[in-house]
């Protein structure tokens, strides 16, 4: 099967086309710590790409890119380097087992069966975590809204219990956290974030809202060790497709070149937007994301002989609304970034003005 | 907007290191597929290079990224207490 692999033939069109795609994926990953996979996995699939080699390139353009995006991110101390690499290690394993799930559900029911189970994983995870995520944003801007400090980081009643579990011999102290908490807590997590990752390509969606409600990290350190993570396993996951020689490096790179402009913009976002505002995005995505899978099922159920059948052109239709909600769910991601980046820029420079000012006046 | 020329000659000199990375890249695009099908066929040691490729790319290209919207003044904010 391997041997009749082909690369596709690359156009203007072609690479202008990844080149955009690269760059608001890049923008929501290095805001969020993930995400962008979702709309470049697939664009390659549409220009052409074997499956397999659309997911491999896009695995090969993400792990540098993790990491340049997280030594950004370093800069401005949102990184627990030691967190996000033995989440990231056991994130290998997690990945291996979504594996094993995915071909035995392949070997069973066929690609249909497959597409249903993905399908229903985002469903399930989005609308759980996407919705969890959404009103703790709501809870944090009415807390603001209402005069009380949200700088001050507070800890889910889940996170506390974590973190004063004392199991000997396992205890880390992680600065993400400041705090101690067992690395029996962290091997389930990381597991969890890797097989998510292996079904539908976004591990952070189980390894951000993990990080933060599970171990009490702030949201602006968990979206940035999930970059961490994100390095471990794409270059695990590199190496494995590189050996069966399915990277396309050239799609590869035209993504990364777009990709990197956008990690850049999205991780100096970051600095200028409260806690809240990294959450009301992931929510938002998360939740659009979700509903862009509903458009998907109906043409599985019908494959499977589960519901009655549909025409072709009706499958195509929904098949392309749930592309469409997919590609709105990034836009919607990128324009409220930039909005809060730009609107975030302009209120740093006001005051900054306007320090300057009084201390002319002083002198 | 305001142009930080430091930022700026530095965009320039990684700029143009990641143009001609890119630039060799398509003068070789068709050995990329071609070590991909020798990997495949089992020369196995051409496997390193789509790992070593983007790690090459990102360091010269994520430079130029950093200085490009750093000159254009797309800075971070440089206190907490300004968010």
């Known amino acids: 099967m391997m041997d009749s692999i082909s690369f596709i033939e690359l156009n203007a069109f072609n690479v202008t086309l990844l080149f955009i795609v690269g760059f608001i994926g890049g923008m929501v990953s290095g805001f969020i710590g993930s995400g962008g996979a979702f709309v470049l996995t697939p664009a390659m699939m549409t220009l052409g790409a074997p499956g397999i080699v659309a997911v491999a390139s896009n695995i090969a353009h993400k792990f540098p890119k993790a990491i340049v995006a997280a030594l950004k991110r370093h800069k401005y101390g949102h990184v627990d380097w030691k967190l996000g690499i033995i989440m990231g290690i056991f994130a290998e394993l997690g990945m291996l087992a979504g594996k094993i799930v995915m071909s035995g559900i392949k070997d069973t029911y066929g690609d249909t069966g497959t597409s249903l189970y993905v399908s229903f994983i985002f469903v399930v995870v989005l609308a759980v975590v996407g919705g969890f995520v959404l009103r703790d944003a709501y809870k944090m801007y009415r807390a603001e809204q209402a005069g009380a400090d949200v700088h001050e980081h507070k800890k889910t009643r889940l996170a506390r219990w974590v973190q004063s579990v004392r199991i000997p011999g396992t205890m880390m102290y992680f600065s993400s956290l400041k705090a101690e908490v067992s690395v029996l807590f962290i091997v389930p997590l990381g597991f969890a974030t890797g097989a998510l990752a292996s079904t539908i390509a976004v591990g952070g969606f189980i390894g951000v809202p993990g990080m933060m409600y599970v171990l009490g990290a702030p949201a602006l350190m968990a979206s940035a060790t999930e970059l961490v993570i994100a390095f471990v396993m794409g270059l695990g996951g590199t190496l494995l497709y590189a050996w069966d020689g399915v990277v396309d490096v050239r799609l590869a790179m035209i993504i990364l070149a777009g990709s990197l402009f956008g990690v850049q913009l999205g991780a100096i976002g970051t600095t200028y937007v409260k806690d809240h505002t990294v959450k009301l995005v992931m929510g938002v995505i998360m939740i659009t994301v979700l509903f862009s899978r509903f458009f998907y099922i109906p043409g599985y159920l019908s494959e499977l002989g589960l519901m009655a059948p549909i025409t072709d052109s009706t499958r195509d239709l929904l098949k392309a609304v749930g592309d469409g909600t997919l590609a709105l769910a990034l836009l919607l991601g990128a324009v409220i970034i930039l909005g809060a980046l730009l609107k975030g820029m302009a209120a740093h420079r006001k005051r900054h003005e306007q320090l300057a000012m009084a201390d002319g006046i002083e002198e | ?83």
């Open chain 2, 1 to 83: 907007m305001t142009i930080n020329p430091t930022s700026l000659n530095k965009a320039i000199i990684y700029g143009a290191a990641s143009g001609a990375l890119y630039y060799l890249l398509f003068l070789n695009m068709d050995k990329t597929i071609e070590w991909a099908t020798l990997t495949r066929e089992g020369q196995k040691l051409y496997f390193l290079i789509p790992v070593i490729i983007p790690c090459v790319f990102s360091l010269v290209h994520g430079a130029f990224t950093a200085y490009f919207w750093d000159a254009l003044g797309m800075k971070p904010a440089t206190q907490n207490n300004m968010k």
